[in-house]
C-alpha cells in the first residue's frame, strides 16, 4: 500500500493509537507527569535517542526540530552535561533553542558558564549570542543582565563588520528593551573606520583598495537600511503586543505573527511568537484561536490553495500542541498534510532523527 491510500491509512491508525492509550496529541506538549512520561518513552521511542538525534544530527542537511514531547528533566540533564563542550557556535545554538522551547530555567547557570568563555576567535561570537539568547529567556535578572553586558562588550569588538548578522541576532533576541540603537552606532563606526582608511591613502590611490573600501561601506548602508529597519518594525510590532493588557486580544496577536498572516510577519517574529505561546497563562485560550484560525483556512481556493493549506495545517499542529482538542477527522486530515519539520509548534514523537554522529 503506497501513496495517499497508505498515509490515509497510517493518519486512521495514529487516530486508533491516541484513542487506545486515552490520550490526544498535545497532553503532554513539554509538561509530561511522570505516567504519561513513561507512555511516551514506551510509545514513541526513547527520549535520549530523540535528544542525541536533534543534538549530533548534521542540521546542514537535515531538518532538526526541537524534540517535543519531552521529558523536561530527562532534558534539562542533557543540556547541563553538554553544555561544558559545546564550544561550537552550532551546538550552544541547538541547546539554546531546547533550553527556551521547553523552558529549562534550571539550565541558566549553565548557558552564563558559557558566556563567561568570552571570545578568543571570531567563530565564539556566534557560541556567546547563543548563550545571551537563552538568558534572555530562561534567565533570572542577574543573569539577563550578564546577557545585556556581552551584547554591549561585543560591540567594540574591531570585527563588528564582519559579525554584523551574528550580532543582528542577539539584537533580536534581547528585544525591544535593547532596541537597535547600539548596533546602529556599532555599524557608524566601522563605516567611519573605513572612511578614515581611504582617506589614509597616498596619492596616486589604488583603485582597487579605493573601490573594496567603498564595496564594504556600500554594504554596511544596505545592512543598516534594511536589516536594523526591519529590526526596529519587528520591535514595534513585539512593543505593541506585550503592551497590551486585554491577555485575549495579546493572544489573538500572537497567533497570528506564528502562523505568519500578519502582513509584517517574518520567521524572526513567528519564533518569537512561538516563545510567547508557550509562556502564557492559559493555553486553552491560545488552543482555541488556533483551531478558529485553522477553520477559517480550511477553504477551497485554487489560487491560494497551498498557502491556505500550510496554514491550516501550522495552525492544527500548534493547537494540539497547546492541548487543544481535535476531531478524529482533523486528525485524519492533518495526519495526510506533509510535515517537512519547520512549523515551531509541533509534536513530533517519531521524528527520524539521524542516528547521533551520522555526520
Not at 563567561?116 to 545571551?132: C, K, M, W
Request: proline residues 6%; aromatic residues 6%; hydrophobic residues 40%.
Amino acid at each position: 500500500m503506497t501513496g495517499p491510500r497508505w498515509r490515509t491509512w497510517y493518519a486512521c491508525a495514529l487516530v486508533m493509537w491516541s484513542l487506545a492509550v486515552g490520550a490526544a496529541p498535545g497532553e503532554k506538549a513539554g509538561r509530561p507527569d511522570a505516567d504519561s512520561n513513561r507512555r511516551t518513552i514506551i510509545m514513541n521511542g526513547n527520549d535520549n535517542a530523540r535528544l542525541e538525534g536533534y543534538f549530533h544530527g548534521e542540521s546542514k542537511y537535515n531538518v532538526l526540530p526541537v524534540p517535543a514531547p519531552l521529558d523536561r528533566a530527562l532534558a534539562s540533564a542533557f543540556v547541563l552535561r553538554e553544555l561544558p563542550s559545546a564550544l561550537d557556535p552550532d551546538a550552544a545554538r541547538k541547546l539554546s533553542r531546547l533550553a527556551i522551547f521547553h523552558d529549562l530555567r534550571d539550565t541558566a547557570d549553565g548557558f552564563l558558564r558559557l558566556l563567561r568563555l568570552g571570545e578568543p576567535t571570531a567563530r565564539d561570537v556566534g557560541r556567546s549570542v547563543a548563550a545571551i539568547t537563552a538568558l534572555v529567556w530562561i534567565g533570572d535578572q542577574a543573569q539577563t543582565a550578564a546577557a545585556r553586558q556581552r551584547y554591549a562588550e561585543l560591540l567594540r569588538r574591531d570585527d563588528v563588520e564582519e559579525q554584523r548578522e551574528t550580532l543582528l541576532d542577539a539584537a533580536y533576541a534581547l528585544g525591544p528593551g535593547e532596541g537597535s540603537a547600539a548596533l546602529q552606532q556599532a555599524i557608524s563606526a566601522s563605516v567611519a573606520g573605513l572612511r578614515f582608511r581611504i582617506s589614509e591613502l597616498r596619492p596616486p590611490k589604488p583603485v582597487p583598495i579605493v573601490e573594496n573600501l567603498e564595496s564594504r561601506i556600500d554594504r554596511l548602508g544596505e545592512f543598516s537600511a534594511r536589516e536594523i529597519k526591519a529590526l526596529d518594525r519587528a520591535n514595534g510590532i513585539r512593543q505593541e503586543i506585550l503592551a497590551d493588557t486585554n491577555s485575549a486580544s495579546q493572544i489573538s496577536a500572537l497567533v497570528v505573527l506564528y502562523l505568519e498572516i500578519h502582513p509584517q510577519a517574518t520567521r524572526r517574529l513567528a519564533e518569537w511568537a512561538a516563545y510567547r505561546l508557550l509562556r502564557v497563562s492559559d493555553r486553552s485560550k491560545a488552543g482555541v484561536v488556533l483551531l478558529e484560525e485553522a477553520q477559517r483556512h480550511d477553504r477551497k481556493d485554487e489560487a491560494r490553495q497551498k498557502e491556505l493549506d500550510l496554514v491550516h495545517a501550522r495552525a492544527l499542529r500548534a493547537a494540539a500542541f497547546l492541548e487543544a482538542s481535535l476531531t478524529p477527522e482533523t486528525r485524519i486530515w492533518l495526519g495526510t498534510s506533509r510535515d517537512n519539520g519547520t512549523d515551531l509548534l509541533a509534536l513530533r514523537p517519531d521524528w527520524p532523527y539521524p542516528p547521533p554522529h551520522s555526520h
